[in-house]
């Protein structure tokens, strides 16, 4: 099709002199435990998640998450298909350090592979589809009762494959609603790390 009937829209350029901003960050969605469980779900379909190879350095995993401002990164191939997850407490202090001692190498040698959680094909997740008419209080109650700081939503394709949608982050969900975050629960549960995605 021709784009010639198409009209050129107007345009000018930026002032030397004036300056341009960045734009703020849209306020969110006022958050309480009766709102949809869905305004509390981190949503991968629009804000694409922070991925790693597994292949990849521990320094490398560490600048991505300090760069992009998270916690945690998941850990796909060139497929994009979830191999699983790595977190600062995987990649940080003590942890590296035995699993280098483990491995017989040094900590410098260590990749993403070595120290991330694998995803077990058994893990557990919420499915998109069970979220309608949820909200956010049975989110919390269903991590609480999961013992787990996160669990990812996932909805089916055509071939019955899983696709990753988001994730629940407990810690996230708490401050919003303006609760003092639970770190003893969700520490206990994070020496076992994400257990949503496996140990």
């Known amino acids: 099709m021709s784009d010639y009937h198409y009209k050129p829209l107007p345009w000018t350029r930026l002032k030397r002199g004036v300056p341009c901003y960045l734009p703020k960050p849209a306020a969110r969605t006022p958050l309480d435990a009766s709102s949809p469980a869905i305004n509390a779900m981190t949503d991968f ?67 993403v592979g070595d120290v991330m959680i694998n995803k077990h094909d058994d893990a557990e997740v919420m499915h998109l589809k069970d979220l309608a008419g949820a909200k956010v209080g049975n989110v919390v109650a269903t991590l609480k009762a999961l013992g787990t700081p996160n669990c990812l939503v996932v909805e089916h394709d055509e071939s019955d494959n899983h696709l990753l949608c988001g994730i629940f982050l407990l810690s996230q969900i708490e401050q919003r609603l303006g609760r003092e975050p639970q770190t003893d629960q969700v520490a206990h549960t994070f020496s076992q790390v994400v257990s949503s995605l496996g140990r």
Not at 71 to 78: A, G, K, N, P, R
Not at 82 to 109: C, D, F, Q, S
Request: net charge positive; proline share 4%.
């Open 45 to 111: 379909r629009q804000l694409a998640p922070v991925s790693i190879s597994r292949d990849a350095s521990l320094d490398e995993a560490n600048r991505v998450m300090t760069l992009c401002k998270v916690h945690y990164l998941l850990v796909s191939d060139e497929q994009r298909q979830l191999l699983g997850v790595v977190t600062e407490a995987g990649t940080r202090g003590h942890r590296p350090l035995a699993a280098a001692h483990a491995m017989g190498i040094r900590p410098g040698e260590l990749v």
